[in-house]
Nanobody
Protein backbone atom coordinates (compact mmCIF):
# COMPACT_ATOMS: atom_id res chain seq x y z
CA UNK A 1 0.00 0.00 0.00
CA UNK A 2 1.28 3.45 -0.91
CA UNK A 3 -0.05 6.81 0.22
CA UNK A 4 0.54 10.10 -1.62
CA UNK A 5 -0.33 13.33 0.14
CA UNK A 6 -0.96 16.72 -1.45
CA UNK A 7 -1.94 20.20 -0.42
CA UNK A 8 0.41 21.54 2.21
CA UNK A 9 1.65 25.10 2.12
CA UNK A 10 1.88 28.38 3.95
CA UNK A 11 -1.07 30.44 5.09
CA UNK A 12 -1.78 33.26 7.50
CA UNK A 13 -3.63 32.78 10.73
CA UNK A 14 -7.35 32.42 10.07
CA UNK A 15 -6.80 31.01 6.61
CA UNK A 16 -7.72 27.65 5.12
CA UNK A 17 -5.97 24.75 3.45
CA UNK A 18 -7.15 21.43 2.11
CA UNK A 19 -5.05 18.31 2.25
CA UNK A 20 -5.68 15.20 0.23
CA UNK A 21 -4.14 11.74 0.30
CA UNK A 22 -4.61 8.98 -2.23
CA UNK A 23 -3.99 5.36 -1.35
CA UNK A 24 -3.10 2.64 -3.82
CA UNK A 25 -2.31 -1.06 -3.62
CA UNK A 26 -3.99 -3.87 -1.69
CA UNK A 27 -6.67 -1.98 0.17
CA UNK A 28 -9.44 -3.82 1.94
CA UNK A 29 -13.00 -2.62 1.99
CA UNK A 30 -12.94 -1.87 5.71
CA UNK A 31 -10.17 0.42 6.84
CA UNK A 32 -9.52 3.61 8.71
CA UNK A 33 -7.83 6.57 7.07
CA UNK A 34 -6.62 9.57 8.94
CA UNK A 35 -4.28 12.46 9.44
CA UNK A 36 -1.62 12.89 12.06
CA UNK A 37 0.79 15.76 12.57
CA UNK A 38 4.17 16.37 14.09
CA UNK A 39 5.36 19.80 15.12
CA UNK A 40 9.07 20.54 15.65
CA UNK A 41 10.25 19.02 18.91
CA UNK A 42 6.97 17.28 19.57
CA UNK A 43 5.60 13.79 19.18
CA UNK A 44 3.32 12.82 16.35
CA UNK A 45 -0.32 13.30 17.31
CA UNK A 46 -3.68 12.33 15.91
CA UNK A 47 -5.60 15.02 14.05
CA UNK A 48 -8.60 13.13 12.68
CA UNK A 49 -9.65 9.72 11.43
CA UNK A 50 -12.50 8.39 9.35
CA UNK A 51 -13.61 4.81 8.82
CA UNK A 52 -14.68 3.42 5.48
CA UNK A 53 -18.21 3.59 6.90
CA UNK A 54 -17.87 7.32 7.54
CA UNK A 55 -17.42 7.45 11.31
CA UNK A 56 -15.11 10.28 12.32
CA UNK A 57 -12.90 11.12 15.26
CA UNK A 58 -11.15 14.43 15.91
CA UNK A 59 -8.55 15.75 18.29
CA UNK A 60 -10.09 18.29 20.66
CA UNK A 61 -7.72 20.96 19.36
CA UNK A 62 -9.20 20.85 15.85
CA UNK A 63 -12.87 20.16 16.51
CA UNK A 64 -15.07 22.71 14.80
CA UNK A 65 -12.24 23.90 12.55
CA UNK A 66 -11.12 20.82 10.60
CA UNK A 67 -13.28 18.40 8.64
CA UNK A 68 -12.16 14.99 7.46
CA UNK A 69 -13.88 13.24 4.57
CA UNK A 70 -13.16 10.46 2.13
CA UNK A 71 -14.03 9.10 -1.28
CA UNK A 72 -14.03 5.32 -1.00
CA UNK A 73 -14.18 4.83 -4.76
CA UNK A 74 -10.92 6.76 -5.08
CA UNK A 75 -9.36 5.53 -1.81
CA UNK A 76 -8.73 9.17 -1.01
CA UNK A 77 -9.01 11.04 2.26
CA UNK A 78 -9.30 14.80 2.62
CA UNK A 79 -8.71 17.24 5.45
CA UNK A 80 -10.33 20.65 5.16
CA UNK A 81 -8.61 22.97 7.61
CA UNK A 82 -10.29 26.28 8.42
CA UNK A 83 -9.50 29.01 10.94
CA UNK A 84 -5.91 27.89 11.01
CA UNK A 85 -3.73 28.93 13.93
CA UNK A 86 0.06 29.17 14.26
CA UNK A 87 -0.06 26.15 16.58
CA UNK A 88 -1.38 24.08 13.67
CA UNK A 89 2.05 24.41 12.05
CA UNK A 90 3.41 20.89 11.56
CA UNK A 91 4.19 18.17 9.08
CA UNK A 92 0.94 16.38 8.37
CA UNK A 93 0.99 12.66 7.63
CA UNK A 94 -1.82 10.60 6.19
CA UNK A 95 -2.35 7.11 7.51
CA UNK A 96 -4.24 4.02 6.46
CA UNK A 97 -4.96 1.31 8.99
CA UNK A 98 -6.37 -2.06 8.08
CA UNK A 99 -6.55 -5.33 9.93
CA UNK A 100 -6.00 -8.69 8.29
CA UNK A 101 -5.24 -11.13 11.11
CA UNK A 102 -3.13 -8.32 12.54
CA UNK A 103 -3.13 -4.56 12.22
CA UNK A 104 -1.18 -2.91 9.44
CA UNK A 105 -0.38 0.82 9.39
CA UNK A 106 0.75 2.65 6.28
CA UNK A 107 2.05 6.22 6.15
CA UNK A 108 2.33 8.90 3.52
CA UNK A 109 5.43 11.01 3.05
CA UNK A 110 4.21 14.02 5.02
CA UNK A 111 3.29 17.49 3.85
CA UNK A 112 4.28 20.70 5.64
CA UNK A 113 1.65 23.16 6.80
CA UNK A 114 2.93 26.51 8.04
CA UNK A 115 0.61 29.05 9.65
CA UNK A 116 1.99 32.51 10.31
CA UNK A 117 0.52 35.04 12.70
Amino acid sequence: VQLQAYGGGSVRSGGSLRLSCAASGSIFSFNVMGWYRQAPGKQRELVATITSGGSTNYADSVKGRFTISRDNAKNTVYLQMNSLKPEDTAVYYCNLEQTVIRRYDYWGQGTLVTVSS
